[in-house]
């Protein structure tokens, strides 16, 4: 059920550059599940409201406990004010919504997540709800980045990792400063060398962040003969 939550900000750190992780505590429950958004209301200077949304990406059984993953865009309204919070301030949100969660059915395929930058957020709630419920097929997750700086989450998915799993982790970098990597470019690009011929059938693929990057993959998925009822996708612009 949607309503409106009062939270403060109990950790803030730079994941890297541009991107900060924020850790927000409630006072209630909060019931969501793996996969979906919360609205932030944030007042600006002038005193405007400005709206946003974010995916959580905390597991699902932290009910009092959110993290979240936040690019700061360049003159962005509601970068402008997120780079600038403190630990204790109040952030004021409405949620949880969302409809890009993870199938029952898809539980019993080979999953892949596919994204780009914080596109992946969503995906490290929906990896705790897969080892929670005893996922045992394969999970690829499949994430581009710029360089070898902009890694998101990396030591996170390797720590949550269990053995049921059979979990494959490839980062792309379309400008990697180590020229010699074998996945460099965007995530489109190799999607026909990661899937296999089998999996393409038989597989649910999740894919999340800017239009753009959602456009090339799910095109280039089809040309591989995937089905849009296997897609399910997160727009983040
Ligand atoms: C359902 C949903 C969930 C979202 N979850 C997240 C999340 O978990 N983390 C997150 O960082 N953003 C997320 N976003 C995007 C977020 O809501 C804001 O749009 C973003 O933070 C920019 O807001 P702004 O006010 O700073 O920029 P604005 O002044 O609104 O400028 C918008 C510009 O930023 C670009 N942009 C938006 N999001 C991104 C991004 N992630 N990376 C690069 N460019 C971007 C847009 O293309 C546009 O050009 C989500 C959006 C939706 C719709």
Redesign the pocket.
Same mark, same amino acid.
């Not at 979240?68 to 865009?73: M, S």
């Not at 997160?234 to 612009?237: A, N, R, S």
């Given at each position: 059920m949607i309503k409106k939550y009062e939270s403060k900000i109990v950790k803030y750190e730079h994941m890297n550059n541009s991107?900060i992780k924020i850790t927000l505590m409630l006072e209630e429950d909060l019931n969501f599940k793996a996969g979906q $958004?919360i609205?932030i209301v944030?007042t600006n200077p002038d005193g405007e409201r400005?709206s946003?949304? $974010? =995916? +959580? %990406?905390s597991s699902t059984k932290d009910k009092r406990s959110l993290d979240?993953? +936040? !690019?700061? @865009?360049e /003159? #962005? =309204? %509601? =970068? /402008? @004010? @997120?780079k600038n919070l403190k630990l204790g301030n109040d952030i004021f949100f409405v949620g949880p %919504?969302?409809k890009?969660v993870l199938t029952e059915e898809s539980k019993e395929k080979d999953i892949f997540f596919i994204s =780009? #930058?914080?596109?992946i957020?969503?995906f490290i709630s929906m990896f705790h709800e897969l080892i929670d419920t005893g996922y045992k097929n394969t999970l690829t997750f499949i994430n581009g980045f710029r360089d070898e700086n902009d890694i998101l989450f990396t030591k996170e998915i390797s720590s949550l990792r269990k053995n049921d799993i059979n979990l494959k982790l490839l980062n792309i970098l379309s400008r990697p400063l180590n020229q010699n990597i074998i996945y460099k470019g965007h995530v489109q690009d190799f999607l026909s060398t990661i899937i296999l011929k089998r999996q393409l059938q038989n597989s649910h693929f999740y894919i999340? #962040?800017? !239009?753009d990057m959602i456009d090339s993959v799910s095109l280039k998925l089809k040309e591989l003969g995937v089905k849009d009822e296997q897609i399910f996708l *997160? *727009? $983040?612009?």
């Open positions: 991107v $958004y609205t944030f400005i946003r949304m $974010y =995916s +959580i %990406a979240l993953c +936040i !690019k700061l @865009i /003159n #962005g =309204s %509601a =970068s /402008n @004010i @997120i %919504a969302g890009f =780009s #930058g914080t596109g957020t969503p999340c #962040g800017l !239009k *997160e *727009e $983040y612009d």
